[in-house]
């Protein structure tokens, strides 16, 4: 069984800054990635930013520059700290972690823009 507990979300003006955090427990020994995915109603998941086990990260187009996922292995997190935030940025956020082939999700925070 994994748990994943998201915080950070919130309201910010266009250009500012919020950073999400994320932590895993459980049986997450072996994992392939973790990482960011965001939803607006109505539609499908999209990844926003990832991080391997080996610590590459991978970024959507459209928050390269502008994002960045780290981890810390000690505590099982996984941070996105999301900068010059734009309206077209608001979602709902999702935690994500893939253990040998199964996925697990947050339970998802809202992150709002305003204009």
């Known amino acids: 069984q994994v748990q994943l507990v998201e915080s950070g979300g919130g309201l910010v003006q266009a250009g500012g800054s919020l950073r999400l955090s994320c932590a895993a427990s459980?049986?997450?020994?072996?994992?392939?990635?973790m990482g960011w995915y965001r939803q607006a109603p109505g539609e499908s998941r999209e990844l926003v930013a990832g991080i391997t086990s080996g610590g590459t990260t991978m970024y959507a187009d459209s928050v390269k520059g502008r994002f960045t996922i780290s981890r810390d292995g000690a505590k099982n997190t996984v941070y996105l700290q999301m900068n010059s935030l734009r309206p077209e940025d608001t979602f709902v956020y999702y935690c994500n972690i893939k253990v040998q082939a199964r996925n697990y999700w947050g339970q998802g925070t809202q992150v709002t823009v305003s204009s």
């Open positions: 459980g049986s997450i020994f072996g994992f392939n990635v």
